[in-house]
Nanobody, 126 residues
Framework: QVQLVESGGGLVQAGVSLRLSCAAS????????MAWFRQAPGKEREFVAR????????VYADSVKGRFTISRDYAKNTVYLQMNSLKPEDTAVYYC???????????????????WGQGTQVTVSS
């Protein structure tokens, strides 16, 4: 059973950095696509960033490009989201997601991922 557990959220001031972690377990993720999404109150869950566990280019939403970095640690089976220069509009619940590379269509829509963590709250004050 795939389990994704996020951590690292919190309340921070605008301009600072925060790193989220997603600990993955339950299977080998070598052929999986891992992603971060976020959902603000009253808004739809939106794509933030993704990577292929086996390597290759990373993809970012325009709103976070140049500020956020997604990465993975093979030994720890963990995916990270380094968030720099945080803005109040980054406030949301951040979710880790996964899908088998064989099933992934390349869509940035949340329905393209079938495994989800419970989410971690990030609040950025101005």
């Amino acid at each position: 059973q795939v389990q994704l557990v996020e951590s690292g959220g919190g309340l921070v001031q605008a301009g600072v950095s925060l790193r989220l972690s997603c600990a993955a377990s339950g299977r080998s993720f070598g052929s999986y696509v891992m992603a971060w999404f976020r959902q603000a109150p009253g808004k739809e869950r939106e794509f933030v960033a993704r990577l292929n566990w086996s390597g290759g280019p990373t993809v970012y939403a325009d709103s976070v490009k140049g500020r956020f970095t997604i990465s993975r640690d093979y030994a720890k089976n963990t995916v990270y989201l380094q968030m720099n220069s945080l803005k109040p509009e980054d406030t949301a619940v951040y979710y880790c997601a996964a899908v088998s590379s064989q099933l992934y269509t390349g869509s940035r829509y949340y329905t393209g991922f079938n495994y989800w963590g419970q989410g971690t709250q990030v609040t950025v004050s101005s």
